[in-house]
């Protein structure tokens, strides 16, 4: 749904240059939730505005659902744009127009006849829950509804896709998930694909399925969520489902293991110890339920070197386990 390649821009000024995306190559299929991570500065806000073109990129191709935005002009891509909703970490709501006037505001500029607007702002309010907020002004609004109504806005033009710039980040804990929780509705319901940037790794555990680490304007590493796990030295992976537990230990082999989907509560290291008659210990680990992928991680020790576990260590590989040896 979202193809970009090669993409690059530099913001350049009298004392210096900044390449704020540097090469990024990124495919989002359709109806994934594909989630940039990064810190301030790495380049993620520019990589979002590239998307839609709010920035222009110096080079690289943008495609999303088919058309090459990269190479529209600006009426055309006037149009597409409508194809693209995007929300606001800080909302960007018009103080003067009450909700349902913040949502049909975006009908008023693609020419949605004015009983049609009435009735589509209605079916948008009610979608996000806020049917009883209609008009409200945003002053009168939580941080959440605001939101709520930023979302709203951005599905008027019943978009493919949805970019989503830091939108839980002035959020607290708890209204942060109630967002999540309806982009995750929406993602499922009306198969919305959605690309968001935040620099929280809770965003991504809860609702991605893919995700890429940006760092100095590039993609350091990316993937499905399920892959990423089972990767070894994942620093991905490493974020999102930490393990704890030593390792080295004297006399053992220390190796994590990482097993995602149906195999996650697969009796895989009971069957260990019995096939090859090991005293395995759990370091650490756990069994979680990731935005799309069930997944479990382990720490193991197996007493003896690692030429005297190739054969456990094969044995787990070949269940479909991604095995890493920490000593
Ligand atoms: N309009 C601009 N003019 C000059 N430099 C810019 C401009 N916009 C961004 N930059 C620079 O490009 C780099 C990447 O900025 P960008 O906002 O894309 O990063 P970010 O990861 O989104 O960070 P944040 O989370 O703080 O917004 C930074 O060094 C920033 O200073």
């Given at each position: 749904m979202i193809e970009i390649s090669g993409l690059r821009k530099t913001y350049r000024s009298r004392q210096r240059s900044v390449a704020a995306v540097d090469g990024v190559d990124l495919s989002v299929g359709?109806?994934?939730v594909y989630g940039v991570l990064g810190r301030s500065g790495a380049g993620k806000s520019t990589l979002l505005r590239c998307v839609n073109m709010l920035e222009r990129p110096d080079a690289g191709t943008v495609t999303v659902g088919g058309v090459e935005l990269t190479?529209?002009?600006r009426r055309e891509l006037r149009l597409a744009r409508h194809r693209i909703g995007m929300i606001h970490q800080h909302f960007a709501l018009l103080s003067s127009r009450t909700v349902a006037g913040n949502v049909a505001f975006a009908l008023e500029v693609t020419g949605v006849p004015r009983a049609e607007r009435r009735a589509r702002v209605a079916e948008l309010l009610e979608l996000v829950?806020?049917?009883d907020r209609a008009d409200a002004y945003p002053a009168q609004l939580s941080g959440g509804q605001k939101q709520r109504v930023g979302i709203a806005r951005a599905l008027a033009a019943r978009p493919q896709v949805l970019l989503s710039d830091e939108a839980t980040s002035a959020l607290d804990p708890e209204t942060t998930d109630s967002i999540l929780r309806l982009l995750l509705d929406l993602n499922r319901r009306l198969g919305l694909t959605i690309l968001l940037i935040t620099h929280e790794m809770a965003v991504v555990k809860r609702i991605c399925t893919s995700a890429a680490i940006m760092r100095d304007g590039r993609f350091v590493e990316s993937g499905a969520v399920g892959d990423l796990l089972q990767r070894p030295g994942s620093e991905l992976a490493r974020d999102l489902f930490p393990?704890?537990?030593?390792t080295e230990l004297p006399g053992a082999t220390v190796v994590d293991v990482t097993v995602s989907g149906a195999d996650a509560d697969a009796p895989l290291i009971a069957e260990l110890a019995r096939r090859f008659d090991t005293d395995v210990r759990i370091l650490g680990g756990a069994v979680e339920t990731l935005a799309a992928t069930r997944a479990?991680?382990?720490r193991l020790a197996l007493p003896g070197g690692p030429d005297e576990n190739s054969a456990a260590l094969e044995f787990l590989r070949s269940r479909g386990a991604g095995v890493g040896v920490a000593s």
């Open positions: 359709e109806g994934e190479r529209l002009r829950g806020l049917a393990l704890e537990g030593p479990g991680r382990w």
